[in-house]
């Protein structure tokens, strides 16, 4: 099951990454490190919450908040690491926000995660999970759509990229 929402988080971080890129830039930009509606990045940070949301939700909706903000932000900065190494390419810089730390993350985009990993945990996985995608004709098409994503983007995932995007 976990494949599924993971597909499913992919996707949805895609167009709300782009959506979100696109305002500032005022043209549709593709955003991801792949090319493609696929940032790998949303379903692991999915993926995150879903694991710990049985300690989240035991807390007050006030430390859930920050709680969930501090995850995805640790998590944006270990991904930020990964793709430095692995792709020689910097995909955000947030030197010039304000309380950055090495241009990986910033106060701003923490406050972006905590307002997100709250929606992920009270409305977007809540709704999710109501809509019974446990089958499996679901989980053999998220396989299928993986292995897909995989094969198509194979040859990305082993060369290099030298140009990052630039975010706002």
Sequence with gaps: MIIVY????CFLG???ESCYISLFQRKWVSSGLLKGPFIPLYGFGACLLMICLPYIQALHPFFNFFLSGILL????LLA???IEKFFHTRCW???HHFLHFQ???CLIYFLIWCVMGSLFIYVIHPLMI?????????????????????KAYGDRLL???HNGIKIH
């Design 103 to 105: 241009g990986r993350i």
């Design 6 to 9: 993971f597909s499913i988080y």
């Design 73 to 76: 932000t640790l998590l944006e």
């Design 80 to 82: 930020s690491y990964y």
């Design 159 to 161: 060369h290099n990229r």
């Design 93 to 95: 810089d947030y030197s």
């Design 14 to 16: 895609y167009w709300l």
């Design 130 to 150: 109501s809509l019974h995608l446990v089958n499996d004709a679901t989980c053999l098409i998220s396989l299928i759509y993986l292995s897909l994503i995989i």
